[in-house]
């Protein structure tokens, strides 16, 4: 079936710093990828939409200016959470639908999780 | 707009006992629905889907759902569960124009005792 990688799968950054999430559709062709964020204990919130060459499609409530999406070819979204607080720890995951050959259905990666310190 | 509503957020079981999870949605349009499964510390992974067609699904691990239309539920079920089944499961919806993009609800806490 299609795979989705997220990368890394974990990180621990301090507080201040960026760090930047990659989401790959492995074996097809992306033009829309979505962000989700977990914290612990509850579900998943969408967050964006990332669309290859435009720009990505926020969710109300969701920065715009701390999470930088950029989907600069059609396997590839990235996720920058930009000078990291505590209070963004968390579960991220991506997912990806695989076009014609699933349309109604999306691949997830296996998650990022972050820790700010 | 959709929404999902499980109505549980923990359910304890016995093993081999059977379970049901609960799941109620919301949407002026059509959805398919889906069940995923959240093993800790880990990604999601689809149980089933309901897309049209048959009301009642047959997904991985044993588990099966029933598309209800008149009362909006797709509730999941297994007649004998394992140990292995603890975990996080979630229900979730999507639209037909938009069939990628995910709405999920609460999640339900699934714990198996031995």
């Known amino acids: 079936g299609a795979v989705v990688s997220q990368h890394p799968s974990w990180v621990i950054c301090k507080s201040g710093t960026s760090v930047k999430i990659e989401c790959r559709s492995l074996?097809?062709?992306?033009?829309?990828m979505f962000w989700y964020r977990q914290f612990p204990k509850q579900s998943l919130m969408l967050m964006a939409t990332?669309?290859?060459?435009?720009?990505?499609?926020?969710e109300q409530g969701v920065e715009k200016d701390k999470f930088l999406i950029n989907h600069a070819s059609l396997t590839l979204s990235t996720l920058t959470v930009t000078s990291a607080h505590p209070e963004d720890s968390s579960f991220y995951i991506c997912?990806?639908?695989?076009?014609?050959?699933?349309?109604?259905?999306?691949?997830f990666g296996q998650g990022t999780r972050l820790t700010v310190v | 707009a959709q929404s999902v509503t499980q109505l549980d957020s923990q359910v304890p079981v016995f093993e081999e006992a059977p379970v049901e999870l609960r799941c109620n949605y919301s949407?002026?349009?059509?959805?398919?629905l889906f069940w995923y499964v959240q093993y800790p510390n880990q990604g999601l992974q689809l149980l089933l889907k309901?897309?049209?067609?048959?009301?009642l699904v047959k997904g991985i691990n044993g588990f099966e759902a029933e598309f209800n239309k008149s009362q909006t539920s797709f509730h999941l079920r297994k007649p004998s569960v394992h140990i292995s089944d603890t975990a996080e499961y979630f229900c979730?919806?999507?639209?037909?124009?938009?069939?990628?993009?995910?709405?999920f609800g609460s999640g339900t806490r699934l714990s198996i005792r031995p």
């Open positions: 949407s002026s349009v059509s959805v398919y």
């Open positions: 074996d097809f062709q992306a033009t829309t």
């Open positions: 990332s669309n290859e060459g435009s720009k990505a499609t926020y």
């Open positions: 309901y897309l049209s067609g048959s009301t």
């Open positions: 997912s990806a639908p695989p076009g014609d050959r699933s349309p109604t259905e999306a691949f």
């Open positions: 979730a919806v999507s639209v037909y124009s938009s069939a990628s993009k995910i709405i």
